[in-house]
Nanobody, 125 residues
Framework: QVQLVESGGGSVQAGGSLRLSCAAS????????MAWFRQAPGKEREFVAA????????YYADSVKGRFTISRDNAKNTVYLQMNSLRPEDTAVYYC??????????????????WGQGTQVTVSS
């Protein structure tokens, strides 16, 4: 079993920055593909960013490309999401997800076996 705990959410004005963290339990974290998703009220959960087990490959939704950066520190069992130039439309609950098997599409929630509880990000105009 893998437990994921997100932190770093909060309220910020448009143009500001936040860094989300996701701490994972388990000795095999370094073999997991990891991702961030978000869900706004009344909307489906959507892909934000993903990173390979080694950190060599990163993928982003078009809506965040150039503004958000996903990274990981396998020594600390932690994945990060640096969010810059935040916009009101980035407001959502952000979830960390783990894919121990590495299979499936990185954009699809069902490819991930474990999820955190979410952290709220609110961007005001």
């Amino acid at each position: 079993q893998v437990q994921l705990v997100e932190s770093g959410g909060g309220s910020v004005q448009a143009g500001g920055s936040l860094r989300l963290s996701c701490a994972a339990s388990g000795r095999t974290f370094s073999s997991y593909s990891m991702a961030w998703f978000r869900q706004a009220p009344g909307k489906e959960r959507e892909f934000v960013a993903a990173i390979s087990w080694s950190g060599d490959y990163a993928y982003y939704a078009d809506s965040v490309k150039g503004r958000f950066t996903i990274s990981r520190d396998n020594a600390k069992n932690t994945v990060y999401l640096q969010m810059n130039s935040l916009r009101p439309e980035d407001t959502a609950v952000y979830y960390c997800a783990a894919n121990p098997g590495g299979g499936g599409s990185y954009k699809i929630p069902s490819s991930y076996d474990f999820w955190g509880q979410g952290t709220q990000v609110t961007v005001s105009s």
